[in-house]
């Protein structure tokens, strides 16, 4: 089941230099017949976003060049109701801290799950169209709640793996 059917109707920027999490993103939003652009870095994303703007912002925050914290600082200024979310494999708690600080609206560890992402997504879409933002307990709650063995099928994850299951019993191999 869908939590968020009109997510179709969303624009989704991701932010990553790893070709494998920007490929499986690419190929999970295609599965579900939704929009993403992708890129590898935050020079071009800030280049991208002078021109058009999207309702959703996904990005690494190890990257060449700019960070993802600098990067999401500079578009929760001049993108102030996109939703923006840190990714990130290395994200240690000073990180995350300072991530929440500037008003990124939530953090996902590497690797994680299509469901995770999914459900983080159409929280802070929900909220943001509700005028809401969600306390970190509330996004935290809500990861926890999605996280099940079987999330594994799904798994988003970094250069480590050589193939990545992603909706209804379907391997890409990356």
């Known amino acids: 089941m869908d939590r968020l059917p009109e997510f179709t109707k969303l624009t989704t920027l991701l932010v990553d230099d790893e070709q494998l999490i920007r ?3 690419r190929l999970a939003y295609l599965n579900k017949g939704r929009f993403i652009k ?14 058009v703007s999207f309702d959703i912002i996904i990005s690494d925050f ?9 990067f999401l600082k500079q578009v929760r200024v001049s993108h ?11 994200g240690n708690d000073q990180v995350i801290e300072n991530a929440y600080k ?15 992402l999914w459900a983080t ?23 926890k709640k999605t996280k099940r063995k079987s999330d ?11 193939s990545l299951k992603i ?8």
Do not use: C, W, Y
């Not at 071009?44 to 002078?50: D, P, T």
């Not at 102030?80 to 290395?90: E, G, H, R």
């Not at 909706?167 to 990356?174: K, P, S, Y």
């Open 62 to 70: 190890k990257l060449p060049g700019l960070n993802g914290l600098e």
């Open 152 to 162: 594994t099928q799904d798994t988003v994850t970094g250069p480590t793996r050589s």
């Open 80 to 90: 102030p109701n996109t939703v923006t979310i840190l990714i990130s494999a290395n």
């Open 121 to 143: 997504l159409a929280m802070h879409v929900q909220k943001r169209n509700g005028g809401q933002k969600p306390s970190k307990k509330t996004a935290k709650k809500a990861r």
């Open 102 to 116: 500037i008003g990124v609206h939530d953090f996902l560890p590497k690797p994680f799950s299509l469901k995770t």
């Open 23 to 25: 490929d499986s993103l």
């Open 38 to 51: 992708v890129v590898d870095s935050a020079e071009k994303a800030l280049r991208i976003l002078e021109k």
């Open 167 to 174: 909706v209804d019993g379907e391997e890409a191999h990356i």
